[in-house]
């Protein structure tokens, strides 16, 4: 091996970084946890000191710092631990499993919506006339208001015998395809040229083409999508609650408490708190996933600065 | 080599016009290549000689507009379905998300080629990357990934490689190294190669000989022969002969420039 040594070089190169990155990532794991509460106690901060001065300086404007209009924090949270009514669960317990019913017409819409929407998206690729002639479509169903949407799709779903958070999936599902079938549609035509030229010598089928080079390629949009419409199937499925008859969801409790707001704003301020958990719970279980199947991708020099 | 079909490339009166309408282009004219087993023929011109172009005639990745191809006695399409082929570009189109090994791998999976596996080590035994095959492309140098892009063109013994300014992106050292890292594998393997180029020297150095093109329209202003003894090695690059011929092909490069202007 003549060239060994200058061969090596960029190879011994790649290593130490890998190690530097290990060590790197622990204590980013740390610093990320530390951000989070950081940034939350901060805001908690911030609420009860615009509270304090706003109520020595009478202030009305943005907003009354009254005690129905911006509960103490603690207040909110202490609200979680009473009961909802007298003689029923704690708050925290009720919204739990309202949570828990919710996801799940979140998580069925989810993936029903990303199905649709790869599926859509490689159609779109396939054919440049289906295309044409639907793509104008999916965009005009974004535009149509969901709440518009939503009373109609729960009527249908009653004379179709459907169950009802079924029904309320199909609204979730209707928020979520659209970016799906944008991203796939990009990501999918993201190979260059020379890729695509590669895999035409080889003779490969369409078929091939798309599974080992067009949809690895495409994974990084996909992803992206994915979390957009992670958090658009939550608030799809809290809005479709609504006009359904149902008491069980979160939607629902959130239409309830807001009815309630000038009693007890702090049950809202708390179950609004849960949905923004539910969401964010959904995120990162979709992140969580990326990393597991984007493992290949080189630190980008955005990562390395950050390092640095 | 009597009759016209043991050629591995015979192309009679090619030409190639891209556009539609009012706005055509033609790049290339009248171009007659015939090309036996185990030449290795270099495609050298300056930018929009429609070298590339000849080249991407040859592996049916574009249709001519006259005249023919064959490819072993067989339409370009037939021989690009026979993968009788390997291709290497200039950007080394690794895939990302596999290893070195599984980028070998590629094209086998897609012929359904059994003892991938194996057949993937020797692949990297050739180009001297065994020790490379469970890392990712990103890890590697230009010069590294370009040899996987050709340890995975030869993974399916083709009898043609075609090479598409496959060093232009590297620096003079590395390129040179690479030369002879293909020469090796010529010798090797005994395949036949056409490669396109814009360096004359290295032209030269690889080739048993030389096409010279000229632009507008694309078409074949004089073919030097290169018979310059194999092994060439770096005191090749030294030698009198070697000199010689790089003269003959800068002057057959000048003279059209002259018409050109």
Not at chain 1, 249 to 272: E, I, N, P
Not at chain 2, 114 to 121: E, I, L, N, P, Y
Not at chain 2, 212 to 224: F, K, T, Y
Request: aromatic share 8%; with cysteine; net charge positive.
């Amino acid at each position: 091996m003549r060239h060994a040594t200058e061969r090596d070089q960029p190879a011994a190169a790649a290593v130490v970084p890998a190690v530097a990155a290990a060590n790197a990532a622990a204590a980013d794991r740390w610093r990320r946890i530390l951000s989070v509460v950081g940034v939350t106690l901060g805001l908690a901060v911030v609420w009860e000191v615009y509270k304090l001065v706003g109520n020595a300086l009478d202030l009305t404007t943005p907003v009354r710092p009254d005690n129905v209009t911006m509960p103490h924090v603690w207040d909110v949270v202490g609200e979680l631990f009473r009961p909802v009514r007298r003689g029923g669960d704690l708050l925290i317990l009720d919204l739990t499993g309202r949570a828990l019913w919710t996801l799940r017409e979140a998580l069925v819409g989810f993936a029903a919506g990303a199905i649709l929407g790869f599926g859509l998206g490689v159609a779109f690729t396939r054919s440049r006339l289906a295309e044409q002639a639907f793509l104008p479509y999916v965009v005009a169903s974004q535009t149509v208001p969901i709440l518009a949407i939503a009373p109609m799709v729960v009527v249908w779903g009653g004379r179709l015998d459907i169950p009802q958070w079924l029904a309320v999936s199909i609204i979730s599902t209707y928020l979520t395809f659209f970016p799906v079938v944008i991203n796939t549609l990009r990501g999918l035509r993201s190979p260059d040229s020379t890729a695509m030229e590669l895999m035409r010598s080889y003779a490969a089928t369409p078929r091939e083409v798309l599974w080992k080079l067009q949809v690895p390629s495409a994974l990084p949009y996909i992803f992206t999508a994915l979390k957009v419409s992670a958090t658009a199937s939550v608030i799809g499925a809290l809005i479709g609650e609504l006009p359904a008859g149902f008491q069980t969801g979160l939607g629902r409790a959130l239409l309830t408490f807001s009815q309630q707001f000038a009693v007890r704003s702090a049950k809202l301020y708390a179950t609004v708190l849960v949905s923004a958990l539910v969401g964010i719970l959904f995120v990162s279980v979709v992140t969580l996933v990326e990393h597991r199947v984007i493992h290949h991708s080189r630190p980008t020099e955005v990562d390395a600065l950050a390092a640095a | 080599m009597s009759e016209g079909s043991e050629l591995v490339v015979d192309a009679k009166g090619v030409g190639k016009v891209f556009g539609v309408g009012d706005v055509t282009v033609e790049a290339l004219r009248g171009i007659d290549l015939a090309i036996g087993p185990g030449e290795f023929i270099s495609l050298i011109g300056p930018s929009g000689c429609g070298k590339s172009t000849l080249l991407r005639l040859v592996g049916d990745l574009l249709t001519p507009t006259s005249g023919s191809v064959r490819i072993n006695g067989k339409t370009p399409h037939q021989a690009r379905r026979d993968r009788d082929y390997g291709m290497v570009f200039q950007k080394a189109t690794l895939l990302d998300w596999r290893t070195v090994r599984r980028n070998v791998e590629l094209p086998l999976e897609i012929m359904h080629i059994d003892q991938r596996r194996s057949r993937a080590a020797e692949m990297l035994d050739l180009v001297q990357l065994s020790e490379f095959a469970e890392r990712y492309p990103w890890q590697l140098s230009g010069g590294m990934q370009q040899r996987v892009a050709i340890a995975r063109a030869l993974a399916f013994r083709p009898s043609l490689l075609l090479m598409d300014e496959p060093f232009g992106a590297l620096d003079e050292m590395t390129r040179e190294a690479m030369q002879q890292e293909v020469l090796r594998i010529y010798g090797e393997t005994g395949i036949t190669v056409v490669f396109v180029t814009h360096s004359i020297p290295e032209a030269v150095f690889l080739s048993s000989r030389v096409v010279v093109m000229s632009p507008r329209p694309g078409r074949i202003s004089a073919v030097v022969p290169v018979d310059l003894p194999r092994p060439r090695t770096e005191d090749t690059r030294e030698s009198q002969g070697y000199f010689d011929i790089i003269t003959q092909v800068r002057e057959a490069l000048r003279s059209q420039e002259r018409w050109v202007r």
